[in-house]
């Protein structure tokens, strides 16, 4: 008669329990909330997706993409938040790349304004790989999804005033399967996401 369990089967069952409370957690908060820092200071008047993931703003005044002149990137996370320098300094320029490529992607505006824009990154949340090894092994799933958030302003070039402004943030879906076992992958996807959709709010008044 075994008076004790197998301590094999503790460490299973105990195993099974964190990846059920993980499972729940990430259930709990299946969609980032985009953040509000006070970088746009006109959120007052953009309009919030049903899901919290996204609000943007947007004015009829004409913008041209091809007349970027300056874009700058900026850091806007605690510096212990746990991203290193060179990470950190990574994203900035993932971010800066991916808004420059969709810009240049949009069609020329005849009489649209000029442009500098602004943007900061406001969240990230990177993924432990060998975490994810281990969940796709007993779940077939890789539970750490990882993902970021940005503010980010288009202002007009010689007013400065804003002719286009969006938050953004995303948790990359588990269709980017290989991307969970990676660090940085997820919140690089999560990035080109939000130029993306800038791009689209461009085009949507250009």
Known sequence: MK???NPESLIAR???LLLLVSVTGLAACSTMQATDTGFLKNRSEMTTSKDGSTAYYRSPTP???HQV???SVEWAMPIDAGVPGAERARLISTLKAAISREAEALPQS??????VIRAVITRVETVNPAF???TSV???VPLDRGGAAVEIQVLDAETLQPLASMAHAYFVPITEFKARFSALAPAELALNAAAVELAKLLRGKS
Do not use: K, Y
């Open 63 to 65: 913008v041209d993409p």
């Open 138 to 140: 007993f779940l077939t």
């Open 69 to 71: 002149r300056s874009i």
């Open 14 to 16: 105990a195993f099974r």
């Open 3 to 5: 008076l004790f369990p």
């Open 132 to 134: 994810n090894v281990l």
């Open 110 to 115: 005849v009489g649209g304004h000029p442009v």
